[in-house]
């Protein structure tokens, strides 16, 4: 069965700090990782990687995937409060169909 | 402007009642999914579709239905809604790069 395991699952930190976001996973025929930030309705796409060691920047996000050890960071610096959502992670699998399986996500808050 | 439209945001609604919530996307995806989400909870695929006549049941087991007669149109219907189904039904489709476009969202509620 295919698992996402999301790290940590709640997050409190100050305005200006900056935060790692881990997701790691379990799958078969392994397609892409995506990150998905959720406010109050629809997940909105981040990132989606399927490379290993390629960094992909958008503004003070980045994110990076270790096909490997299995594992995705999504890093948030200079965090704002507009930065507090649920940061989904969800992995991409099948061969010849294909399934996101999503992990419980990170809540992050960010207090001025 | 290319996307994906779900329709009611919100409905609340009586026990036993008929339902179809609405998921239409004018990107031209095959690929289209339902999924539910609880509170709190991390999303479950309930259904999906490759394509005009296939659907196929997702991981969570639900009591709802879909339908695909058309590329762009994968409603949902629950025959008999009860309390059990409030959530909130989230609809997905992609193409050929996989990544996922998802609708707004319905919150259902079933009093």
């Known amino acids: 069965e295919d698992k996402v395991v999301q790290s940590p699952l709640s997050l409190v930190v100050h305005e200006g700090d900056t935060v790692t976001l881990n997701c790691s996973y379990e799958?078969?025929?392994?397609?892409?990782l995506l990150w998905y930030k959720q406010e109050k309705k629809a997940p909105t796409f981040l990132f989606m990687l399927?490379?290993?060691?390629i960094e992909k920047k958008s503004g003070r996000l980045s994110s990076i995937l270790d096909k490997k050890e299995l594992f995705s960071i999504l890093n948030i610096t200079a965090t704002q409060t507009g930065d507090s959502a649920i940061y989904l992670c969800?992995?991409?699998?099948?061969?010849?169909?294909?399934?996101?399986?999503f992990g419980k996500g990170t809540k992050l808050s960010v207090i001025p | 402007e290319a996307d994906i439209y779900q329709t009611p945001r919100y409905l609340v609604i009586g026990t036993g009642k008929k339902i179809t919530l609405e998921c239409s996307q004018t990107?031209?995806?095959?690929?289209m999914y339902w999924y539910q989400q609880d509170p709190g909870m991390e999303l479950h695929l309930i259904h999906y579709?490759?394509?005009?006549?296939?659907?196929e049941k997702g991981d969570l087991s639900s009591e709802s239905t879909v339908s695909r007669i058309r590329t762009e149109h994968f409603p949902l219907t629950l025959e008999s809604a009860r309390p059990s189904h409030t959530s909130q039904y989230l609809c997905?489709?992609?193409?050929?790069?996989?990544?996922?476009?998802f609708g707004s969202g319905t919150r259902l509620t079933v009093v």
């Open positions: 997905a489709s992609t193409g050929d790069n996989y990544g996922y476009t």
């Open positions: 799958v078969t025929n392994f397609r892409s």
């Open positions: 399927t490379s290993s060691g």
């Open positions: 969800a992995v991409g699998s099948g061969a010849g169909s294909y399934q996101l399986t």
């Open positions: 990107m031209g995806h095959d690929k």
């Open positions: 579709s490759y394509g005009v006549n296939s659907t």
